[in-house]
T-cell receptor
């Protein structure tokens, strides 16, 4: 089945530790996106990538980093510089080069203790 | 930059009643508009989208939305609510910067359906 997988579903980390969230898609999409969701805030764009080896900052990139070495994968690292990392993180993918819909993974809930 | 306003962070209806979720957008160019649904602790699922052409768009699960350019609105409706419709709904508008395309989301409307 084609789709987007995010792992793990729940993640706990101690304050000050970096953590990497996985996102993999087998939809053959060029574009991939990372969002952060907080209650009452909607979805806020962290980073996005339209093609392998290239990515752009979204609206709230500070304290986060990404890589796009393969078309299928777009991992997100939450660094210790992110002041309030506890949130629900959503990965999405879609066709590039136009106003296409995005397809979402099931999300990872990160809790920093 | 585009923006999306969803009026009402929480809407409550009775089972069988009309569902109306409001979405207004700002866009300097003809917009592409989307409605997504999210069930608790899950990702988002596309309900429907407006690109060009017919302004009344039909989606999954009996939902539809009408694009009204003069009102810059894209409200979501369903004639008769079902318990399974209880979820959070997000309106989104597309925007581009050069060759980069992305979506801007509203803050969401939580729909509660009462028996």
């Amino acid at each position: 089945d084609g789709g987007i997988t995010q792992s793990p579903k729940y993640l706990f980390r101690k304050e000050g530790q970096n953590v990497t969230l996985s996102c993999e898609q087998n939809l053959n999409h060029d574009a991939m996106y990372w969002y952060r969701q907080d209650p009452g805030q909607g979805l806020r764009l962290i980073y996005y990538s339209q093609i392998v080896n290239d990515f752009q900052k979204g609206d709230i990139a500070e304290g986060y980093s990404v890589s796009r070495e393969k078309k299928e994968s777009f991992p997100l690292t939450v660094t210790s510089a992110q002041k309030n990392p506890t949130a629900f993180y959503l990965c999405a993918s879609g066709l590039a080069g136009g106003f296409y819909e995005q397809f979402f993974g099931p999300g990872t809930r990160l809790t920093v203790l | 930059a585009q923006s999306v306003t969803q009026l009402g962070s929480h809407v409550s209806v009775s089972e069988g009643a009309l569902v109306l979720l409001r979405c207004n957008y700002s866009s300097s160019v003809p917009p592409y508009l989307f409605w997504y649904v999210q069930y608790p602790n899950q990702g988002l699922q596309l309900l429907l989208k407006y690109t060009t052409g017919a302004t009344l768009v039909k989606g999954i699960n009996g939902f539809e939305a009408e694009f009204k350019k003069s009102e810059t609105s894209f409200h979501l409706t369903k004639p008769s609510a079902h318990m399974s419709d209880a979820a959070e709904y997000f309106c989104a508008v597309s925007e581009s910067g050069g060759s980069n395309y992305k979506l801007t989301f509203g803050k969401g409307t939580l729909l509660t359906v009462n028996p």
